[in-house]
């Protein structure tokens, strides 16, 4: 065991987005039954084989920390969150396509798990404008996702995706949008339809996660 | 034609009082959530409204403003309004959007809210009997009927609201209930919780290397297995699946562990930020408040027991006794008319303004502790009935602090309730709600310090 190195990856975003079916996808292989709040931290983990088939093949455990709660929380519960912050390797921001406001939140959450070397006292002041420049000499990379792809109607979809292009581009992360579990009353079936999705994400991400 | 002028003025006030709940909602209740349902945001933006009308109608009967026969329709308008919105619209929307979130029951959703709507209404009927407050001489479908249920529910919230907010009220402005918390503490908490954190991983490090040998070997069961798969696998269980069982139920308690630690480590840098609060100013202002707020409290307490002990009911009002006492004890002469009247609209317009504002405060706070994107809908509209029923008592209630000649209004319009009962009602929930807080708030104290506190 002491030979697989260890990647600490945090799942941010609102109450509700999908981070615990995300999570639960992505480790267990399979679509989260019923989930419900996340108090504190659920971390899982996945076994990945880094660089498969070539001989620099290494096998990494990759710690998917979802942290739990929403970005107006007390400042009691933000300065608790705080101590898992420690150490991060990459940060995977989960929003809603359906919420307008959960996408807008994200600034505020990749401050907070950001900033958390800055700010000794844990005590943000943001208003939820952002500053790129903070963003600019950032070296953890990030991951945008948008989850419930499958609840937006045909026509909007266009408008919802290049509005997240953008904020995509403004956090200099990559992006994906995908369907965790489709909803019982839109279609028939619970399969798992973001599976050509997942094989791309696990790739991409330790692409970028990895450096020397 | 005066009547006219009356009217739009009231509707002015009303679009105002519609603007204001509107804003609120989305400034404050909603910060966080998208507004997806217009609908829900003006049905509370309406309750509210109504309901300050009704308050604002009562401020003008003080005042003397408008015409009297025209105030008279629209205290009956606005109380017919009010119900409706109250007994038949917000129920019935509740009930809708509860339906329209469970999965199995969405293609027939009309037809389950009205059942859920008529469950409702039958307890709502039910809700009177028990109770003493009507004389029998009136019809099935009157207002009275529908006031006096909506009065009961509603003062038993006042009551236990008023009961819960004098007890916590002293507790926590006082700094002498604080315990002491170091940052050793804070540390030795922050580290267990990583602690548990890291054991979680481990235990989940396994059962992924186990699970993944299992896959190598050829023991997936992800396909749905044939009859002789299934009648295999009940006879012999491999062994990984039955470590991996073992290792999950550790984690299961592991996790449960974290929560907790969580809640703790929050709980501790709460009360640090309080210490650290109380030092400062504004911390001892609150502070002195609260050894005020605590006399207030056990005087209240007292004074609910000796009514409900010699079964007594106020007859004057406050205002009018204030009077009496000053010109017959105190010897000072004045025009008691025009005096009594100013100082009852004070009075009245003090406990209007801080009702509403402590109800609207209350109504956040709990909005914020318990919704979630999904249920956010039902929550608002749950919050816009309470606050309906609660200011509708209200001024039930409010009718007991005013001078004689203002209270025909409200006996007039809300027919032949027996107020007193009300007034009875609510000192025996304010009672009932001070004693258990007290209690409550005793064992939550008590509990705390030990667990945690470093000898």
Known sequence: MASLDRVKVLVLGDSGVGKSSLVHLLCQNQVLGNPSWTVGCSVDVRVHDYKEGTPEERTYYIELWDVGGSVGSASSVKSTRAVFYNSVNGIILVHDLTNKKSSQNLYRWSLEALNRDLVPTGVLVTNGEYDQEQFADNQIPLLVIGTKLDQIHETKRHEVLTRTAFLAEDFNAEEINLVIEKRYFLREGNQIPGFPDRKRFGGGTLKSLHYD | ?455
């Open chain 2, 1 to 455: 034609m005066s009547f006219l002028i009356d009217s739009s003025i009231m509707i002015t006030s009303q679009i105002l009082f519609f603007g204001f709940g509107w804003l609120f909602f989305m400034r404050q209740l909603f910060k966080d959530y998208e507004v997806r349902q217009y609908v829900v945001q003006v049905i509370f933006s309406v309750t509210f409204a109504f309901s300050c009308t009704m308050f604002e109608l009562i401020i003008f009967e003080i005042l003397g403003v408008l015409n009297s026969s025209s105030r008279y329709f629209h205290w009956k308008m606005n109380l017919c309004i009010i119900l409706l919105i109250l007994v038949f619209m917000v129920p019935f929307y509740i009930g809708y959007s509860i339906v329209s979130n469970i999965r199995l029951l969405y293609k027939q959703r009309l037809l389950f809210s009205c059942l859920l709507w008529l469950t409702f209404m039958y307890f709502f009927w039910k809700l009177g009997d028990p109770f003493p407050i009507l004389s029998p001489k009136h019809g099935i479908l009157s207002i009275e009927q529908l006031i006096s249920r909506v009065g009961v529910i509603g003062v038993t919230l006042m009551a236990l609201l008023s009961g819960f907010g004098a007890v916590n009220c002293p507790y926590t402005y006082m700094s002498y209930f604080l315990r002491n918390v170091t940052d050793t503490d804070i540390l030795a908490l922050e580290r267990r919780l990583l602690q548990t954190m890291d054991m979680i991983i481990s235990k989940k490090k396994r059962m992924a290397i186990a699970r993944r040998t299992m896959f190598q070997k050829g023991e997936v069961h992800n396909k749905p297995l044939g009859f002789w798969g299934m009648i295999k696998s009940v006879a012999t269980s491999a062994p990984g699946s039955e470590n991996l069982t073992l290792i999950q139920q550790e984690v299961d308690a592991l996790e449960e562990l974290s929560r907790q630690l969580f809640l703790e480590t929050a709980d501790l840098y709460a009360t640090k930020e309080r210490i650290e609060y109380s030092k400062t100013f504004k911390g001892k202002y609150f502070n002195f408040l609260g050894y005020f707020f605590s006399i207030y409290c056990v005087w209240k307490i007292f004074m609910a027991t000796i009514n409900i002990v010699f079964d007594r009911v106020g007859k004057t009002d406050p205002v009018t006794r204030g009077i009496e006492i000053t010109v017959n004890y105190l010897g000072i002469q004045f025009d008691v008319k025009f005096w009594s009247q100013h100082i009852s609209f004070i009075l009245v317009g003090i406990i209007i303004v801080t009702s509403i504002r402590g109800l609207l405060i209350t109504l956040t706070k709990f909005f914020y502790a318990i919704s979630s994107s999904k249920s956010s809908n039902v929550i608002v509209l749950l919050l816009a009935q309470i606050m309906g029923m609660y200011f509708v008592s209200s001024v039930l209630l409010i009718r007991m602090s005013m001078p004689l000649e203002y209270r025909t209004i409200i006996t007039e319009v809300l027919g032949e309730l027996q107020f007193n009962f009300y007034h009875r009602w609510f000192d025996v929930i304010f009672l009932v709600s001070a004693l258990s807080s007290i209690l409550f708030l005793y064992l939550a104290h008590k509990q705390a310090p030990e667990k945690h506190m470093t000898p």
